[in-house]
């Protein structure tokens, strides 16, 4: 799941390694009126209800993956150490990806994660696996590394001594073997019948889509230019190579 409260405390903008769906495909469409937002196009739309959750829940419910966009991380997001530009960022993963393929996942399920859904595949992926593990290695030169306070409190959530090992190499405790790739649709739901009325409408919406294989085409960066601010799509740039498809450079207002 992407982290609600991993907002830098430094004020930095913050940048994260995802795969998401080009904002005219079905998945892009679907996902964006589920949580409201598309963070390539900046659309907000109205969402449709739920039966038996009121608007208000649905909003606290939608609001933690409403704020990073629809995605799957690849490398979690990062601030840039000094020295870095963001045109440094951009090019690398430009070039990056040039030397990249097409990742084609077999089937697509819907899954509970820790009191949280999401859509991911549906058996193990070696190939997007190995991505997301280069990607975290490849942009690692450019992660501003975790302070006392950022450490302290991702130990606080209680770490295992490998997961704490990554969170010192890394900065992120559930990368590598210890991450699973996920496209989030929801927030935590410690409430077992809430999760089963938020399943059950899950199911029904992304139907079209379950048991059915994905295409990662593209490797973009998001962006959140401030602490509680919004990540949209900085920079899209398809796998193999080609020209960027997208480029948007959102500033603090």
């Known amino acids: 799941m992407s982290d609600p409260s991993g907002d830098s405390s430094t004020g930095l903008a913050r940048y994260a390694f995802y795969y998401a769906p080009r904002a005219e495909e079905a998945l892009a469409l679907a996902a964006s009126r589920w949580l409201g937002r598309n963070a390539e196009t900046g659309e907000a739309r109205d969402r449709v209800p739920v039966s038996g959750v009121s608007y208000e829940r649905l909003s606290a419910i939608v609001a933690d993956p409403r704020l990073y966009g629809f995605h799957g991380t690849l490398k979690p997001p990062i601030a840039l150490i000094d020295g870095a530009t963001e045109r440094d960022l951009v090019d690398a993963v430009g070039s990056f990806a040039a030397t990249e393929r097409q990742i084609d996942v077999p089937s697509?399920?819907?899954?509970?994660?820790?009191?949280?859904?999401?859509?991911?595949?549906?058996?193990?992926?070696?190939?997007?696996?190995?991505?997301?593990?280069?990607?975290?290695?490849?942009?690692?030169?450019?992660?501003?590394?975790?302070?006392?306070?950022?450490?302290?409190?991702?130990?606080?959530?209680?770490?295992?001594?490998?997961?704490?090992?990554?969170?010192?190499?890394?900065?992120?405790?559930?990368?590598?073997?210890?991450?699973?790739?996920?496209?989030?649709?929801?927030?935590?739901?410690?409430?077992?019948?809430?999760?089963?009325?938020?399943?059950?409408?899950?199911?029904?919406?992304?139907?079209?889509?379950?048991?059915?294989?994905?295409?990662?085409?593209?490797?973009?960066?998001?962006?959140?230019?401030?602490?509680?601010?919004?990540?949209?799509?900085?920079?899209?740039?398809?796998?193999?190579?080609?020209?960027?498809l997208a480029t948007q450079v959102w500033r603090a207002a």
Do not use: K
């Not at 501003?144 to 450490?151: H, I, K, Q, S, W």
């Not at 991702?154 to 699973?180: I, K, M, S």
């Open 108 to 244: 697509l399920a819907l899954a509970e994660l820790h009191d949280f859904l999401a859509l991911v595949p549906a058996d193990r992926c070696a190939a997007l696996q190995d991505f997301s593990d280069r990607c975290v290695v490849e942009f690692d030169e450019f992660r501003r590394p975790a302070d006392d306070v950022e450490l302290a409190r991702r130990r606080a959530a209680g770490l295992t001594p490998r997961q704490d090992d990554l969170l010192l190499r890394w900065g992120y405790p559930y990368v590598l073997e210890q991450g699973r790739f996920h496209l989030t649709l929801t927030g935590r739901m410690p409430d077992a019948r809430e999760r089963g009325l938020i399943l059950n409408e899950l199911r029904r919406r992304f139907m079209g889509f379950l048991d059915r294989p994905l295409a990662v085409r593209d490797l973009c960066v998001f962006r959140q230019p401030a602490p509680g601010r919004p990540f949209t799509v900085l920079a899209r740039f398809r796998l193999g190579g080609g020209r960027r």
